[in-house]
């Protein structure tokens, strides 16, 4: 059995590709945790995808970086998220395919329409109560209004998979940005709605506290701004003398 | 040694299991950070009520399941029930609205004043408080210590001022006098101070009740007119709101002193609510504060503002740090006092007196010393205050560091005239026969405000000892409430003033940032010059004008928005979200209606909510506990008024509360199993199944379908099918049904009543009548 050397450091070297391998197992029994959440009626509603790799993640943290500079309101927190995206070692995007398509139809009055779903119905093309879901059109982030009930139950679904990654010792954080871009990118198709979940395994989960103006300040930023200011490390390169002349340091 | 009760130690167990549950939906990873949740466990004889309601519920009509925890109680194995509740609603409760007593919707007449709506602010405003002019002027704002702006790197938003401007605008403006019948009881009220004011405003407008208010004084007010100086609270501003309540009715009798409350019984009133307030000024304990020339705060300034004559001296020295001793100051200024200074023990912070009314004081000349405390007074040629230097020491009762005097620092003050404002304290007659406590003031039951003696409640400053207005006000809706519900009504005084609102008009609120320009400052509020201020009594503060109070209203960061505009609940806005959500919440009084829950509700919030209870539910699984999520019976218990102000609540059962585990087969359940609706492949597991084809879209006629087709039937015993324009009558009865039962569980267990006669109307109104 040859050995097998996990590091944290630097990032995607073969030592730490290693250790973000055993992240995507990780996220692979969360999705797990998610089937098995508690649900409303026990109908199958669930769908998940697992985004890894530098670039699969790069490109969802620029579709959010991407949204940002369309709120107003949140645009720190898609900002912030991004850099978490990146930073991440592996996305689990978990949607729910029916709060578009198909209300629960359980009175339950947790939209702003009446407890029989007519809300949903109204605001969709459809017809015999079958809706239109084709038009994909929509002036807002997400095309509302989605079933309330299967956001609750969603809910249930990413408590799930965040309760297994407890369980694993791995940090975990549910994000909504991260959910938005993706469903923009076409993850997770079937579903209006989704949360992402970032999973990392590493000693610092910079996600739970990251710093002020974190999509500028920040580890990989911080890295980079050194490596270019190597002048200033005494890392330039000597000048004067040719080294193949004899060694610099040696006066002459 | 005892029998070991196995059935009592596993119950025990669950109990803890509860707690540990609970500890998981506080630890849940939260999306929008802004989703309170509230929890109860519930278990033995505190399920009873829920059972009363499915009983009675279900008899009129309604499903409403977990009969299992019945069965499982009869059986001696009472489930343990964690109850968990959210407000998911678009409008999240803004720190500023958290903060005030009152619960006046701050953030909502912010909007409504940028909109121009102002007479709609003002009425947002009035909902709460009769005496919104007054509270404008003196209210220590709360709302803006707690406000997020000011508690980031900026200055709060201006409230009081915006609140003010609000106010002036449309102070021509009557609020709507309509009256309830009058319910043929008589309430009285003794004290006209803020607390007086308010009960009396709320028991006769809303209530119907017949209100006398006996004050001792000639004229009314309380401490409003005897303790606060017109330059902040002008005359014609308090006579106006008072005039106001009178105005719907409220009888107030001056020069009426009340030594005995027996008489008043005698004299036919129902009901008596003592607001006496705190008027006796406490002693500073010192040497020489009897000497002429030393005079005590507030009945200097009592007898100032009844008109008499009041004199002091050239130098006056003010002993205190309330508002009481800063405007004493102040009035002594006016009054001919050429220096004034106040000695304080403690430092600025510890103050009590509003920080608005010492930068005042301060501007007009007033010194204030800080950490010096008063040893004696003496009389040499003129006064002269003996003092003595402190510093902060621990904290005392109160929370504020105490003063400990420095030994060996003492020194002399000379003063014409010694004001001392040390404080307040209650007296109660005597011959009231109340129950008192420490300090003198009257003992109450903290729900009802009710005292010892039968039909006899008290609030205010007589109870809490001297507080702000606004808790006052506060005490007297909360008075006006309980006597309402002791003398039989429902105890709801809340009015709904404002009208619905419309829909913001976009482009409004973009030309008001841009007046406003980059990064708008908290406005300085004008005042009127050094010396207009000491040539009179006129009002000092002058009030933001409608340009500046319009660019105020965009420092406002929306706390009460989830903010993420995303459209997912239906709404392009958040901002349409929150007033829909208003708007609909205002239908009946806070209790739409909806069969499960009460929406609408934001998608983020309330997946954000289904994870806290995911995690509740999954922690007991870690002790190889049984759980389930159930979300019909929290219907019941939100209905019931467990976790107020939550918008849904899921019951999670622990133990083994499978239904399949309380019931052997054959006993009765098999009509209760889960059950699949073939039509658009649902699956709905409650029964009887209710299936309606209504809304619009489901067009069966157009197909040529009949609502009461056969082949539906058999073997659909419980199927209803209900026609498009019938659409669920019957859900409305069964949910009114729930609303019923409820509150007479509401009404047992001293909780806010719900209103019924309005949710009937409105449960009616949306009933399809063919």
């Known amino acids: 059995m040859p050995r097998i050397t996990i590091r944290d450091w630097p990032p995607y070297s073969p030592t730490d590709q290693q250790r973000r391998d055993n992240a995507v197992i990780a996220a692979k029994l969360m999705m797990n945790g998610a089937l098995t959440a508690p649900s409303i009626g026990g109908i199958a509603m669930t769908e998940g995808e697992i985004v890894y790799g530098e670039e699969e993640q790069e490109e969802i943290a620029r579709k959010m970086e991407e949204l940002a500079y369309e709120t107003e309101s949140q645009r720190h927190a898609f900002l912030y998220e991004a850099v978490m995206v990146r930073r991440v070692d592996v996305l689990l995007l978990i949607g729910n395919t029916r709060a578009y398509s198909d209300p ?63 369980h694993l010792y791995i940090d975990a954080r549910p994000f909504i940005t991260v959910g938005l871009a993706a469903q923009k990118l076409g993850y997770c198709r079937n579903s209006a709605l989704i949360i992402g979940i970032g999973i990392s395994a590493t000693p610092k989960c910079e996600p739970s506290d990251p710093a002020l103006d974190y999509h500028l300040v920040n580890l990989e930023r911080g890295i980079d701004k050194i490596r270019g200011n190597v002048n200033q490390l005494g890392l330039r390169p000597t000048t004067g003398s040719d080294y193949r002349l004899g060694d610099p340091r040696e006066k002459r | 040694m005892s029998k070991y009760d196995g059935n009592q130690f596993a119950h025990e167990g669950l109990l803890h299991v509860a707690q540990h549950c609970a500890q998981a939906a506080l630890h849940a990873p939260q999306l929008t950070g802004k989703t309170e949740i509230k929890m109860e466990i519930l278990t033995g004889k505190d399920l009873e009520d829920f059972f009363t309601v499915q009983r009675e519920a279900n008899q009129r009509g309604a499903v409403l399941s977990g009969e299992t925890y019945r069965v499982a109680y009869d059986l001696g194995r009472p489930p343990v029930l964690l109850l968990i509740g959210a407000n998911a609603t678009p409008e999240v409760k803004a720190p500023c609205q958290a903060a005030c007593p009152l619960g006046i919707d701050v953030p909502r007449y912010i909007r409504l004043i940028g ?39 900026d200055h709060p938003i201006a409230i009081l001022a915006l609140k003010r401007f609000a106010m002036d605008v449309t102070s021509n403006q009557k609020s709507s006098s309509s009256m309830n019948r009058l319910t043929g009881k008589r309430v009285a009220i003794i004290g006209s101070g803020p607390a007086g004011l308010t009960a009396a405003y709320y028991l006769r407008k809303v209530c119907g009740h017949e209100v006398t208010i006996f004050e001792a004084f000639p004229e009314p007010g309380g401490m409003l007119r005897t ?124 103050m009590l007196a509003h920080r608005a009314n010492i930068e005042h004081a301060q501007r007009e000349g007033v010194k204030i010393e800080f950490l010096i405390s008063p040893v004696k007074i003496e009389r040499k040629e003129g006064l002269e205050v003996r003092c003595i230097r402190t510093q902060l020491g621990p904290q005392d009762s109160t929370g504020r560091a105490s003063p400990v005097p420095i030994p060996g620092s003492e020194f002399s003050i000379p003063a014409d005239t010694v004001i001392i404002a040390v404080g307040q304290s209650v007296h109660v007659p005597h011959h009231f026969g109340l129950k008192l406590r420490e300090g003198g003031m009257i003992q109450v039951d903290e729900t009802t405000l009710s005292t010892s003696k039968e039909g006899v409640f008290a609030g205010g400053d007589a109870v809490s000892g001297p507080t702000s207005f606004i808790e006052a006000v506060a005490a007297g809706r909360k008075a006006a409430s309980w006597i309402d519900q002791y003398l039989g009504g429902l105890g709801i005084i809340d009015e709904f003033l404002a009208p619905h609102e419309e829909m913001p008009d976009p482009s409004r609120s973009q030309e008001l940032l841009t007046l406003a320009g980059e990064a708008p400052q908290r406005p300085t509020i004008p005042v009127l010059s050094k010396e207009q201020a000491l040539a009179g009594f006129a009002e000092v503060e002058l009030g933001l004008s409608e340009k500046v109070s319009l660019i105020e209203t965009t420092r406002c960061l929306k706390c009460n928005e989830v903010g993420f505009n995303c459209g997912a609940c239906g709404f392009k806005t958040c901002r349409e979200a929150v007033i829909f959500s208003q708007n609909r919440y205002r239908e009946t009084g806070g209790e739409p209606w909806g069969w499960l829950m009460k929406g609408p509700s934001c998608i983020w919030r309330l997946t954000e909510f289904g994870i806290a209870v995911d995690w509740a539910a999954a922690a007991a699984h870690r002790y190889n506990i049984e759980s389930r999520v159930a979300m019909i019976p929290g219907t019941a218990f939100m209905r019931m008024g467990y976790l107020p102000e939550c918008n849904m609540i899921v019951v999670v059962p622990l133990g083994p509360c499978k239904e399949r585990w309380y019931f052997e087969p054959s006993s009765g359940r098999e009509d209760f199993r889960s059950f699949a609706a073939t039509r658009r492949g649902q699956m709905l597991q409650f029964s ?25 039937k058999p073997p659909y015993e419980h199927l209803e099918i209900v026609r498009d324009d019938e659409w669920g009558n019957s859900i409305l009865d069964r949910d009114y049904a729930l609303f019923v039962a409820a509150d007479k569980i509401r009404q047992n267990n001293k909780m806010k009543r719900l209103n019924l006669p309005k949710i009937k109307e409105v449960l009616d109104a949306k009933k399809s009548h063919p």
Request: with cysteine; net charge positive.
């Open chain 2, 115 to 153: 909109d121009g709506k102002y007479d709609q602010a003002a009425a947002v405003i009035r909902e709460k408080l009769p005496l919104a002019s007054i509270c404008a002027r003196i209210c220590h704002a709360p709302c803006e210590t707690k406000c997020r702006r000011g508690t980031l790197r």
């Open chain 2, 227 to 350: 303790g606060v100086p017109p330059y902040r609270l002008p005359r014609e501003i308090l006579d106006r709101e008072i005039d106001e309540i009178k105005g719907v009715g409220v009888e107030i009798k001056l020069n009426t002193r009340i030594e005995s409350l027996d008489p008043l019984f005698e004299q036919g009133y129902h009901a008596i609510f003592v607001a006496t307030g705190a008027h006796l000024p406490t002693p500073l304990g010192i040497e020489g504060e009897n000497l002429p020339g030393v005079i005590e705060g507030l009945s200097f300034l009592r007898d100032m503002n009844s008109g008499k004559e009041v004199k002091v001296g050239e130098k006056v020295v003010v002993l205190g740090g309330g508002n009481v001793a800063v405007d004493a100051a102040r009035v002594a200024l006016r009054v001919g006092a050429k220096e004034v200074v106040i000695l304080y023990r403690r430092s600025m912070r510890e």
């Open chain 2, 688 to 712: 009887p199944l209710w299936i309606r084809f209504t809304g619009p879209g489901r067009d069966f006629p157009r197909r040529g379908m009949k609502t009461k087709d056969e082949w539906w």
């Open chain 1, 104 to 166: 629960w139809d359980g009175e339950c009055g947790l939209c702003a329409g009446r407890p029989d779903c007519s809300f949903i119905y109204e605001n969709r093309k459809q017809s015999t109560g079958i809706i239109d879901q084709t038009d994909r059109r929509s002036e807002t982030l997400v095309k509302g209004p989605l079933c309330a009930a299967y956001a609750h139950q969603l809910g249930y679904n990413v408590g799930s998979a965040l309760m297994v990654a407890t």
